[in-house]
């Protein structure tokens, strides 16, 4: 279905080590695709104004002087943490400095816990607090160990594909909750919020709804869908991937010729599907957080480009958009990104008043394309680069443990059925290595 470029074909030797069990085996065909990241500078959020910055300098209590601590940074979008901000003239020039860097109106990093136990703990302490997310599945939760794994150290749950049209929609007007309601259930039992994945997508979408034909046809049956579908949640989930994937390049590394992606809604509906669809959810619920999510815009490249001039048009416009979804699959079939170019790609879109947030984040190390020392520093600095920027509100992982995880199943991913050895746990569900070096960026360390 899609290639991926693979300079490094060491899979003989990395295959080797690669790979022990095999997954849930889904069906489905999303994509996802990835290369090599660009480039981009390791533009860190703003210097010294940190753990004592000034923050909002409408809000600020702190003494620093208010003058220099706005700097250039955008005092309304500041995230700045005004109840610690106690600097003196000196660390507000620096919250000034996170203000020209873009982290927001002296708006400084975010402040680690001491200690913590585990990651949910970690980002609940984290000042201000960062939902520690997991893709969850019904499969999963049949697994008392996944059970606990997954509700000790996470806050935050997505449906890994119980809420896509085809499990809620499969045929037309008739909604099918179960599946769904069972995992935000068992999600509020144990105290983590929820979000819903995903409103409008061209994968995982019914036969009736994928061939359907007219504009006003398929105007209807969008928001009908986005009605119905956050009306049901209404009470239990306030946050929301609205648009799933809307741009494609030529490799799904996020290289070649970006453009909009052919779907029913951009073939009947026109590009302005987009726009449409976040009017409607926020008709639906006007204090919900609605995301745009994507995948291989972590690192500079041709695709991230695209998806941030179509945001920053959105945002021009006035179309209700809170915040961008960076899926942070890396290796094949999907992009790279080190911690430096996701830290200067994420803060350009926090200049423009959006959330960010990682939203499905694994490392695949089948094919030899990422090895593992790659992929400890890949987790430590990537999870660092949204740590230290206020506005990045969450961090959510494809997934719980490497069995499971949907790339040993996914065609471009390159592991045939062999384990990704992409996630935290392995399938003992012990703590990898992966994990430790979560919790240490999580900290601080
Ligand atoms: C994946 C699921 O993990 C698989 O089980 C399913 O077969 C295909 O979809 N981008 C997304 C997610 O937005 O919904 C996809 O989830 C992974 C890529």
Known sequence: MRSAPFTLLLSAFLFAVGCSDSGDGNGGEAGSGGATGGTGGGATTGASGTTTGTGDATTSTGTGDTTTSTGTGDATTSTGNATTGTGDATTGAGGGDGGSDGAGGGASARVPAASASTLREAGEKANPPILIGAAISGGGLGNNDYKRVAAAEHSYVTTENEMKWDSLEPSSGNFSWGSAD??????????????????????????????????????????RHITQVMGHFKDRIDTWDVVNEAVQTDSDTGVGNPRMRPSVFLNQIGSNYIDLAFQIAREQDPKAKLYYNDYSIDARNEKVEFVYNMVKGMVERGVPIDGVGFQMHIGPPNNEAGGADVAANMKRFTDL????????????????????????????????????????????????????????????????????????????????ETYNRVMNALLGR
């Open 182 to 223: 069972n995992i935000v259930n068992w999600a509020r039992q144990n105290n983590m919020k929820v979000k819903g994945h995903t409103l409008v997508w061209h994968n995982q979408l019914p036969g009736w709804m994928s061939s359907m034909t007219g504009k006003e046809n398929v105007t209807n049956a969008m928001r």
């Open 353 to 432: 008043g959006l959330e960010v947030l990682i939203s499905e984040m694994d490392i695949n190390r089948c094919g030899g394309v990422v090895t593992a020392d790659e992929q400890l520093a890949y987790y430590h600095d990537i999870v660092e680069a949204c740590f230290k920027l206020p506005k990045c509100t969450a961090i959510t992982f494809w997934g719980i443990n490497d069995g499971r995880s949907w790339l040993n199943s996914w065609s471009g991913a390159l592991c045939n059925g062999q384990s990704s050895q992409s996630l935290l746990f392995n399938d003992q569900y012990g703590k990898k």
